[in-house]
């Protein structure tokens, strides 16, 4: 069975990719919401295949009035389910919407613009400060992700009985690869002192 799979721009760019968005009459409406299907690989010139796996990735709208920088963890905007997108909060019974782009320029994507979040696959995901995990502050790969008490942040599984603990955190996927938590160390490469490679989940 096939699937349609019309990509409006291509990914690690925006829509308007820093052009001057006309806010009274904000173009693209129709490809908001829309699904895409993308190959893993990693953001490199040329560019690496990380794994046979596609990324599930949706069109949405940056509504948080400022900029959206990659990895950043994100939330529907109220009224805009499956539309638009807004900065994740720590909040209780927070859902988090997607991971923003990993391929997109360290500026990010500028307000009202178009761009993609992933929902499903391996994406880099910007992790909180000083972020622990159950397991001695070490990340286990298949390790739960969720999202951080730190806005915008996802982190591994909290320790217990912490404020970062319970229901302030929705979980997004899995960590795929390991290290240690607190430092970002990793022989693996899959982390770093500010991000984590994790397997979305979402839908």
Known sequence: M???NKIPFPRGRS?????????ADLQGVHLEGQ?????DVAKATPEVRRS????VARVVR?????????GTAVQYADGYWGTRVTTCTAAVGQQCAGIVDDHLPTTGVQANDLFYIVVRGPVSAAVGSGMTSHSGSVTKQGE????????GKVEPTPVAGTSADGPINHI???AIGGGTAATGEST?????????LIQVEIE
């Open 2 to 4: 096939s699937r349609g």
């Open 52 to 55: 046979n796996a596609d990324v």
């Open 144 to 151: 739960p992700v969720w999202v951080s008490d730190q806005a």
């Open 15 to 23: 829509a308007a990719q820093g052009t001057t968005i006309d806010t």
């Open 188 to 196: 693996s490469g899959f982390v770093t002192a500010t991000t984590l």
């Open 62 to 70: 940056n509504a948080s009035g400022g900029l959206l920088t990659p």
């Open 35 to 39: 699904i895409v299907y993308l190959p």
């Open 172 to 174: 997004v996927g899995k």
